[in-house]
Nanobody, 117 residues
Framework: QVQLVESGGGLVQPGGSLELSCTTS????????MGWYRQRPGRPREVVVR?????????EAVKGRASFSTDLTGNVASSVNLQMNNLNPDDTAVYYC?????????WGQGTQVTVSS
């Protein structure tokens, strides 16, 4: 079973930046999608960015403020990262990384990001 470990969350001031990282215990093969999701207080989990065949697709709420990166080679990967800038309180959420592969879906445990002064 592949394990995903996230890091980089914490308390950030409005207007600040952070980078979230997610690494897997073993390389994930036959990947068809990967990305980051978040769950804001009182809301369902939502897409932040999802990597598809045409590249990363960002949610409207983070477009221009988020940057996705990965070590994907072919259809094999072991890490994804999310850089976010100009954070605002509405970005406060638990952030989850996700890998979708032929043998199943893998989720990180979630990392809390709190944007507050």
């Amino acid at each position: 079973q592949v394990q995903l470990v996230e890091s980089g969350g914490g308390l950030v001031q409005p207007g600040g930046s952070l980078e979230l990282s997610c690494t897997t215990s073993t390389k994930v093969v036959n990947i068809y999608t990967m990305g980051w999701y978040r769950q804001r207080p009182g809301r369902p989990r939502e897409v932040v960015v999802r990597m598809l065949r045409d590249g990363p697709n960002y949610a409207e709420a983070v477009k221009g403020r988020a940057s996705f990166s990965t070590d994907l080679t072919g259809n094999v990967a072991s890490s994804v990262n999310l850089q976010m800038n100009n954070l605002n309180p509405d970005d406060t959420a638990v952030y989850y990384c996700h890998f979708g592969a032929s043998d199943g879906d893998y989720w990180g445990q979630g990392t809390q990001v709190t944007v507050s002064s």
